[in-house]
C-alpha cells in the first residue's frame, strides 16, 4: 500500500537527531555530597536510652521521629544513587533521543513500539533489546507482547524484573514494565526508569481512558517536567457489514461475521475531549507543560498495510500519530534532550526531598514530626510549670496540718520528741505529694532528691517564759502608823521574776515556717532536676535536628539557583 509518506518523513528524521550531552558529573556530585553529609550527621546523633524511657509518651515520640527522620535520611542516599545507576543507563543511550512508553498492563505498549520498529522505511533496521535486572543489556528479536496476551500473567518475561526497547538511528524506544503488573516490581522499575525519558508517551485504553489511578501517574510526569504525548490506545471496534444486498456478510462457516473498523470520528472527539478535560483538572494554574492527546488504533493500522485498505489504515490515526513524533523528533528533541539531565537533579530535589505532597520522606513532612514532638515538650512543660504552683501550696498547706495534729500534746519536756516525729511524717508526705506530681511527666523518679536537711530540733525548745514585774506595796509601819497616823504611811516598791506561760506558739510558728521553706526549697530542686535531665535535653536533640533540616534546606534551595545551563 502507497502512502506512508508520513511514515517515511518521521524515518528519515531520526538521522537529523542532533544529540546534545551535557556535562553534569560536578552538578551531581555537589547535590551528591549535601545529602552525604546530612545523612552523616543525622546517623551519628546517639541519644541515651535512659532519656527516652523518662517518660513514655514524649519517649516514644521522639523515637519514632528520629528513626523516621534517620530512615528519611538514608533512604535519599540510596535513592540518589539508583539516580546514578539510572544515568549509566542514559550513558549507554547518550547518543539516541530517548522516548519512553508508560502506562499500565494491557494499555497496547509493545503494540505500539512493534509497529514503529516494523514498518522502518529506510534500510536501517531496529536493534532489539532488554536489560535484565542487573542491568545488563541483552539481544532480542521483538518487543514482547505482555499486555497483549491473555495468558501474560503466567509468561516469563511478566515474571521478569527488565526493561526492553529498540534503537533506530537516532532513536531509542523504550517499553518499560506495565503499572499495575502482577509482579510489584515490575511496576516499580518502570516508576525508576521514567526520569531517563527524553520524551513520554502515555497510552491508556478506549475501553476506559483515564482512570483515575492513570491521572495520578500522569500528574507524578508533569511533576518530573516531562513532555508527555497522551495516547488513546484501542480505538478500535468489531462490528457486523452488510453486503450490497442489505444482508449481513458471513464466514467461511455461514456465520455473521464480525469486522475490524476504526471507532467513530465523534466517539473518538468524545474521548479526546474527556482526557483533555481530566489533565485540565490537575493544571487548573497552567503549572505543567500539556502534550498532545490522540486517539490511535494499531491494530486497525496493521490490518489496513496488510489487506492495503487506505481508509482503515488512515482513519487508524496513525498517520496523524506519525506526524505529531516527526514535529517532536524535528523542532524538540534538542532541547529535550539537553533539558532531560537537568530536569531529572532538579525533579530530584523538588519530589523526592522538598515534596509539598504528604510524602513521609520528604523534609517538610520531617519538619512536621518535628514540630509534633516541640509542640508535645511545649505542652509537657505548661502541664509541669502547673503542677510546681500547686505543690507550694500543697507543701504549705500539709506542713500546717500536720503541725496542727500535734500541737496539743507539745510541752517542753516532750517537744525534741514530738519535733522529730513531725519532721519524719513531714518528709513521708511531702515526698509523696512530689513523687506524684513528678511521676506524670518523669518515670523513675529517684527518690533521693528528697534527703533534706533540717535544722537541729534544739532550735525549737519549748521553754517556760518568765516577766520581770514591779510590785509596790503599803509599808505597815506600827510605830510610824501610831506616831503620824495617816500620814505616816509609806510604799515600796520591789522587782519579781513571775511564770506567764511558755513559748510554744512562736516556736511552732517558727517551726512551720522553717520547714515550709525548706520542703518547698528541696521540691524546686527535685523539678530543676526533671527540667535538667528531661526537657532541657529533649529540646537541644531537636533544636540540633531543626538546625540540620534547616540547613539542607538552605543548600537546597542555594543548589537550585546554580543548577543553571
Same mark, same amino acid.
Given at each position: 500500500?502507497k502512502?506512508l509518506?508520513?511514515?517515511?518523513k518521521?524515518?528519515?528524521?531520526?538521522?537529523?537527531?542532533s544529540?546534545?550531552?551535557?556535562?553534569?558529573?560536578?552538578?551531581?556530585?555537589?547535590?551528591?555530597?549535601?545529602?552525604?553529609?546530612?545523612?552523616?550527621?543525622?546517623? $551519628?546523633?546517639?541519644?541515651?536510652?535512659?532519656?527516652?524511657?523518662?517518660?513514655?509518651?514524649?519517649?516514644?515520640l521522639?523515637?519514632?521521629? *528520629?528513626?523516621?527522620?534517620?530512615?528519611?535520611?538514608?533512604?535519599?542516599?540510596?535513592?540518589?544513587?539508583? @539516580?546514578? &545507576?539510572?544515568e549509566?543507563?542514559?550513558?549507554?543511550?547518550?547518543?539516541?533521543?530517548?522516548?519512553?512508553?508508560?502506562?499500565?498492563v494491557?494499555?497496547?505498549?509493545?503494540?505500539l513500539?512493534?509497529?514503529?520498529?516494523?514498518?522502518?522505511?529506510?534500510?536501517?533496521?531496529?536493534?532489539?533489546f532488554?536489560?535484565?535486572?542487573?542491568?545488563?543489556?541483552?539481544?532480542?528479536?521483538?518487543?514482547?507482547?505482555?499486555d497483549?496476551?491473555?495468558?501474560?500473567?503466567?509468561?516469563?518475561?511478566?515474571?521478569?524484573?527488565?526493561i526492553?526497547?529498540?534503537k533506530?538511528?537516532?532513536?531509542?524506544?523504550?517499553d518499560?514494565?506495565?503499572l499495575?503488573?502482577?509482579?510489584?516490581?515490575?511496576?516499580? @522499575?518502570?516508576?525508576?526508569?521514567?526520569?531517563?525519558?527524553?520524551?513520554?508517551?502515555?497510552?491508556?485504553?478506549s475501553?476506559?481512558?483515564?482512570?483515575?489511578?492513570?491521572?495520578a501517574? *500522569?500528574?507524578e510526569?508533569?511533576e518530573?517536567n516531562?513532555t508527555?504525548?497522551?495516547?488513546i490506545?484501542?480505538?478500535?471496534?468489531?462490528?457486523?457489514?452488510?453486503?450490497?444486498n442489505?444482508?449481513y456478510?458471513?464466514?467461511?462457516?455461514?456465520?455473521?461475521?464480525?469486522?475490524?473498523?476504526?471507532?467513530?470520528?465523534?466517539?473518538?472527539i468524545k474521548?479526546?475531549n474527556?482526557?483533555n478535560?481530566?489533565?485540565?483538572?490537575?493544571n487548573?494554574?497552567n503549572?505543567?507543560?500539556?502534550? $498532545?492527546?490522540i486517539?490511535?488504533?494499531?491494530?486497525?493500522?496493521?490490518?489496513?498495510?496488510?489487506?492495503?485498505?487506505?481508509e482503515?489504515f $488512515?482513519?487508524?490515526?496513525?498517520?496523524k500519530?506519525?506526524?505529531?513524533?516527526?514535529?517532536?523528533?524535528?523542532?524538540?528533541?534538542?532541547? @529535550?534532550?539537553?533539558?532531560?539531565?537537568?530536569n531529572?537533579?532538579?525533579?530530584?530535589?523538588d519530589?523526592?526531598?522538598?515534596s509539598?505532597?504528604?510524602?513521609?520522606?520528604s523534609?517538610?513532612?520531617?519538619?512536621n @514530626?518535628?514540630?509534633?514532638?516541640?509542640?508535645?515538650?511545649?505542652?509537657?512543660?505548661?502541664?509541669?510549670?502547673?503542677?510546681k504552683?500547686?505543690?507550694?501550696?500543697e507543701?504549705?498547706?500539709?506542713? $500546717?496540718?500536720?503541725?496542727?495534729?500535734?500541737?496539743?500534746?507539745?510541752n517542753k519536756?516532750?517537744?525534741?520528741?514530738?519535733?522529730?516525729l513531725?519532721?519524719?511524717?513531714?518528709?513521708?508526705?511531702?515526698?509523696? *505529694?512530689?513523687?506524684e506530681?513528678?511521676?506524670?511527666?518523669?518515670?523513675?523518679?529517684?527518690a533521693?532528691?528528697?534527703?533534706?536537711?533540717?535544722?537541729?530540733?534544739?532550735?525549737?525548745?519549748i521553754q517556760?517564759?518568765?516577766?520581770?514585774i514591779?510590785?509596790?506595796?503599803?509599808d505597815?509601819?506600827?510605830?510610824?502608823?501610831i506616831t503620824?497616823?495617816?500620814?505616816?504611811r509609806?510604799y515600796?516598791?520591789?522587782t519579781?521574776?513571775?511564770?506567764?506561760?511558755?513559748?510554744?506558739?512562736?516556736?511552732?510558728?517558727?517551726?512551720?515556717?522553717?520547714?515550709?521553706?525548706?520542703f518547698?526549697?528541696?521540691?524546686?530542686?527535685?523539678?530543676?532536676?526533671?527540667?535538667?535531665?528531661?526537657?532541657?535535653?529533649?529540646?537541644?536533640?531537636?533544636?540540633?535536628i531543626?538546625?540540620?533540616?534547616e540547613?539542607?534546606?538552605?543548600e537546597?534551595?542555594?543548589?537550585? &539557583?546554580?543548577?543553571?545551563r
Open positions: 500500500m502512502n509518506s508520513k511514515l517515511d518521521f524515518y528519515s528524521s531520526l538521522d537529523s537527531i544529540v546534545v550531552n551535557s556535562n553534569l558529573d560536578e552538578k551531581r556530585k555537589n547535590l551528591q555530597n549535601i545529602i552525604k553529609l546530612f545523612n552523616k550527621n543525622i546517623q $551519628d546523633k546517639t541519644f541515651d536510652k535512659e532519656l527516652l524511657e523518662k517518660n513514655d509518651v514524649l519517649g516514644k521522639l523515637e519514632k521521629t *528520629i528513626n523516621s527522620i534517620k530512615l528519611s535520611s538514608q533512604n535519599w542516599v540510596n535513592n540518589f544513587e539508583k @539516580l546514578l &545507576q539510572r549509566k543507563f542514559r550513558s549507554d543511550l547518550e547518543n539516541y533521543f530517548i522516548v519512553i512508553i508508560y502506562g499500565k494491557k494499555a497496547g505498549k509493545s503494540s513500539g512493534n509497529f514503529i520498529a516494523k514498518h522502518n522505511t529506510t534500510e536501517k533496521k531496529a536493534i532489539f532488554k536489560y535484565d535486572e542487573a542491568g545488563k543489556e541483552i539481544p532480542i528479536k521483538k518487543l514482547e507482547e505482555i497483549e496476551s491473555d495468558e501474560f500473567a503466567v509468561r516469563n518475561t511478566e515474571c521478569t524484573i527488565e526492553q526497547g529498540f533506530l538511528s537516532g532513536l531509542a524506544w523504550i518499560t514494565p506495565g499495575g503488573s502482577m509482579v510489584e516490581a515490575n511496576g516499580k @522499575l518502570a516508576k525508576d526508569y521514567i526520569q531517563s525519558a527524553d520524551y513520554i508517551i502515555y497510552p491508556t485504553s475501553n476506559s481512558p483515564l482512570q483515575q489511578d492513570e491521572i501517574q *500522569i500528574k510526569l508533569f518530573q516531562k508527555v504525548t497522551i495516547c490506545t484501542k480505538s478500535d471496534t468489531m462490528e457486523r457489514q452488510k453486503d450490497e442489505g444482508k456478510k458471513r464466514d467461511e462457516h455461514g456465520k455473521i461475521a464480525k469486522f475490524l473498523v476504526n471507532k467513530s470520528f465523534e466517539n473518538r474521548q479526546e474527556y482526557v478535560s481530566e489533565i485540565n483538572k490537575i487548573g494554574s503549572k505543567y507543560k500539556i502534550g $498532545d492527546v486517539s490511535i488504533s494499531v491494530h486497525a493500522a496493521n490490518k489496513g498495510i496488510d489487506i492495503h485498505d487506505k482503515l $488512515d482513519n487508524s490515526n496513525i498517520p500519530f506519525y506526524e505529531l513524533l516527526t514535529e517532536v523528533v524535528e523542532k524538540k528533541a534538542k532541547a @529535550l534532550k539537553s533539558n532531560t539531565p537537568y531529572g537533579l532538579l525533579s530530584f530535589v519530589n523526592e526531598l522538598m509539598n505532597d504528604k510524602k513521609e520522606s523534609i517538610i513532612y520531617l519538619e @514530626l518535628i514540630k509534633q514532638v516541640d509542640n508535645e515538650i511545649k505542652k509537657a512543660i505548661e502541664s509541669f510549670e502547673d503542677v504552683k500547686i505543690t507550694d501550696s507543701i504549705e498547706t500539709k506542713i $500546717d496540718n500536720i503541725v496542727s495534729k500535734y500541737y496539743q500534746d507539745i519536756n516532750n517537744s525534741k520528741e514530738k519535733f522529730n513531725i519532721d519524719k511524717e513531714i518528709k513521708i508526705e511531702i515526698l509523696k *505529694i512530689i513523687q506530681n513528678i511521676k506524670e511527666i518523669l518515670k523513675n523518679f529517684d533521693n532528691l528528697l534527703s533534706v536537711k533540717l535544722n537541729n530540733n534544739n532550735e525549737f525548745n517556760d517564759k518568765y516577766e520581770e514591779e510590785i509596790t506595796y503599803e505597815r509601819d506600827l510605830i510610824n502608823y503620824l497616823g495617816y500620814l505616816g509609806r515600796k516598791t520591789i519579781d521574776t513571775v511564770k506567764i506561760g511558755d513559748n510554744k506558739e512562736e516556736i511552732m510558728i517558727k517551726f512551720k515556717k522553717d520547714r515550709t521553706n525548706i518547698i526549697e528541696n521540691a524546686k530542686e527535685s523539678y530543676d532536676y526533671v527540667m535538667d535531665t528531661l526537657f532541657k535535653p529533649l529540646m537541644e536533640i531537636f533544636y540540633d531543626e538546625k540540620d533540616l540547613g539542607l534546606k538552605f537546597l534551595e542555594k543548589y537550585k &539557583q546554580n543548577l543553571k
